[in-house]
């Protein structure tokens, strides 16, 4: 059974720093990586989806990583702002793209100004 | 461009009630639908998907059921709630098709959600 894991649950920095979000997963039969952002009381926006064949995948600041036999993603996250807030979700697809995500509990940020 | 609809964003029902929760999505066709549950520190938990009209599929036995009257309409639906039911309910659609250098892509997009709180 996969199991996500991200690691810390909760990250507060100041204004600036780059960061980096982490998670794992038991099963590296995965298809797709996505990395979600969840604003309290709303629904999740899609940040990035890195394909199983990809190793890394850039939007703006951020970068996500994918290192698939090892079971791991990162987020990196470059010039935090406070408007970065929000719980970060990362999720994979189980194979092959008919079945749903899996995803790990999130990480939730506060970037302090 | 696609969209996705889900309503109410909030509600409340006391114990006992029936539940129907509803969720769109427009601009696409044939998508797999899905139905997903967040309580708080619990994390997203699956609760039914679709792959097609009338095919769905349980993740949780629970006192909650889903139905897919149409292409692009999911429907939660419960005969009594339970304290228990209470949570943040998020519909999601993916359409995997292959880009163009023959990758299969899965991107999952999610509505806004329904605050479920039962009383």
């Known amino acids: 059974k996969q199991e996500v894991t991200q690691i810390p649950a909760a990250l507060s920095v100041p204004e600036g720093e780059n960061l980096v979000l982490n998670c794992s997963f038991t099963d590296s039969a995965i298809y797709n990586l996505q990395w979600f952002r969840q604003d309290p009381g709303k629904g999740l926006t899609s940040l990035l989806l890195?394909?199983?064949?990809?190793r890394e995948q850039t939007s703006g600041r951020l970068n996500a990583s994918l290192d698939k036999s090892s079971g791991r993603s990162t987020l990196y996250i470059a010039a935090s702002q406070p408007g970065d807030s929000a719980t970060y979700l990362c999720?994979?697809?189980?194979?092959?793209?008919?079945?749903?995500?899996?995803f790990g509990k999130g990480t939730r940020l506060s970037v302090i100004a | 461009s696609q969209t996705i609809h889900q309503w109410p964003a909030t509600l409340v029902q006391p114990v006992g009630s029936p539940l129907s929760l509803e969720c769109t999505v427009e601009?696409?066709?044939?998508?797999?639908l899905y139905w997903y549950r967040q309580a708080a520190g619990r994390g997203l938990q699956l609760l039914f998907y679709?792959?097609?009209?009338?095919?769905i599929s349980s993740e949780v036995p629970q006192n909650l059921s889903a139905s897919r009257p149409q292409d692009r309409q999911f429907i939660l639906s419960s005969k009594k709630l339970l304290l228990s039911d209470s949570g943040f309910y998020l519909c999601?659609?993916?359409?995997?098709?292959?880009?163009?250098?023959?990758?299969?892509?899965?991107?999952?997009?999610f509505g806004q959600g329904t605050r479920l709180t039962v009383v």
């Open positions: 999601a659609w993916s359409a995997p098709s292959l880009n163009r250098v023959g990758v299969l892509d899965t991107e999952a997009f």
């Open positions: 890195i394909q199983s064949s990809q």
């Open positions: 999720a994979v697809d189980r194979n092959s793209g008919n079945t749903p995500l899996v």
């Open positions: 679709s792959v097609g009209i009338g095919q």
């Open positions: 601009g696409t066709s044939n998508p797999n």
